[in-house]
């Protein structure tokens, strides 16, 4: 996976239910070098494209397709995740039909609650 994108190893995929990641945040991925480099912290924006294809992931597991995000309703960010972290992200199916699902999503480290999103929004391609 690209070291900005996504996560690296899928560690649990129930379809119809949900599915678990983790990504390790190296001190060597570029963003860090303008990213407030005296005080590294993995951009949220980054945070919620892990939690967003980990979603993907976990609907197409079910119906395939290009399953797009489209919406995020109340996502929170707690904490600050740095290099050296081990990210642990979730999702649990709330809702689907054929072209349009919704997930929950949470992103941990250590443990630690450092972001959520009570829903995910997603459309399949072509379903919109």
């Known amino acids: 996976m690209d070291e900005l994108t996504g996560f690296?190893?899928?560690m649990e995929l129930v379809p119809g239910e949900g599915a678990s990641a983790e990504r390790a945040i190296t001190s060597t991925s570029s963003i860090f070098a303008t990213h407030f480099p005296r005080f590294p912290v993995l951009p949220g924006v980054l945070l919620l494209d892990g939690l967003a294809r980990l979603g993907a992931v976990l609907l197409e597991a079910d119906?395939?397709?290009?399953?797009?995000?489209?919406?995020?309703?109340?996502?929170?960010?707690?904490?600050?995740?740095?290099?050296g972290d081990r990210l642990d992200l979730s999702v649990r199916l709330l809702a689907r039909s054929t072209d349009?699902?919704?997930?929950?999503?949470r992103a941990e480290v250590a443990g630690r609650l450092v972001a959520s999103a009570r829903t995910l929004r997603f459309a399949r391609e072509g379903g919109r």
């Open 100 to 105: 349009a699902a919704e997930v929950s999503a």
């Open 8 to 10: 690296d190893r899928l």
């Open 63 to 83: 119906v395939p397709g290009d399953w797009q995000l489209v919406a995020v309703e109340q996502m929170k960010f707690r904490h600050y995740v740095q290099p």
